[in-house]
């Protein structure tokens, strides 16, 4: 079983639609989660962390179940400019091993 | 967030030769990562670059295909060594610079390797 693992998408929306992205990971020592985002031909970018009680920055929303292993991404009200690769995250031991990540999930907001 | 360069941001190269990648930070910094990023794949951990230490390589990758440098804590230098063909990847840098450990990564080295 892969460490994170996503559905690779493509999920294609018209503007305006709320999409949700959902990823799991394998070990239930993780302590650190994140949602990255990657441009095509650019590296990738933090979206936000995912924490514990949820957090919600403008029009994202991440979600952490501990119990399940399950982390998920909400984008309302999607933009054209939402268009890119949303990679799920995941740090098993902060400050001491780097991060593992997802396939990443991709996403086109159609006009 | 701390700001990244890297050097070069992409190069054509001939199988058999070496191709060293820098990476500079705008502030001193822990950890550096170097990653690696095939087409159409996401990001695989190559080593953990500590200043005054060796490098620590993940499963697959050995010091004498991939040499690093950490002269300082703000720079680090990745060479890929004998390169053929499948080393032609992205080639990416990070530091750890949150307080959830998140990591800020470089704009990233394009290789391809003929």
């Known amino acids: 079983r892969k460490e994170v693992e996503q559905d690779p998408g493509p999920f294609n929306v018209p503007e305006g639609a709320t999409v949700a992205f959902n990823c799991t990971y394998s070990?239930?020592?993780?302590?650190?989660f994140f949602w990255y985002r990657q441009d095509c031909r650019k590296e990738p970018k933090l979206l936000m962390s995912?924490?514990?009680s949820g957090n919600e920055d403008g029009r994202f929303t991440a979600q952490l179940n501990r119990a399940s292993q399950y982390i998920s991404l909400l984008i309302r009200d999607s933009k054209l400019s939402d268009s890119a690769t949303y990679l799920c995250?995941?740090?098993?031991?902060?400050?001491?091993?780097?991060?593992?990540f997802g396939k990443g999930t991709r996403l086109s907001v159609i006009a | 967030s701390a700001v990244i360069s890297q050097k070069p941001s992409r190069d054509i190269c001939q199988r058999g030769t070496s191709l060293t990648i820098q990476c500079q930070v705008d502030?001193?910094?822990?950890?550096m990562f170097w990653y690696r990023q095939q087409p159409g794949q996401s990001l695989t951990l190559i080593a953990t670059?500590?200043?005054?230490?060796?490098?620590?390589?993940e499963s697959g990758f050995v010091i004498d295909k991939f040499p690093i440098s950490r002269p300082n804590l703000t720079f680090s230098t990745l060479t890929v060594s004998n390169m053929s063909p499948e080393d032609s990847s992205i080639y990416l840098c990070?530091?750890?610079?949150?307080?959830?450990?998140?990591?800020?990564f470089g704009p990233g080295t394009r290789l391809t390797v003929t």
């Open positions: 990070s530091v750890d610079g949150g307080p959830s450990y998140e990591q800020y």
């Open positions: 070990n239930s020592a993780s302590q650190s």
């Open positions: 995912v924490y514990s």
């Open positions: 995250v995941v740090n098993r031991d902060p400050g001491n091993t780097p991060l593992v």
């Open positions: 502030s001193q910094v822990t950890m």
């Open positions: 670059a500590n200043q005054g230490s060796e490098a620590t390589y």
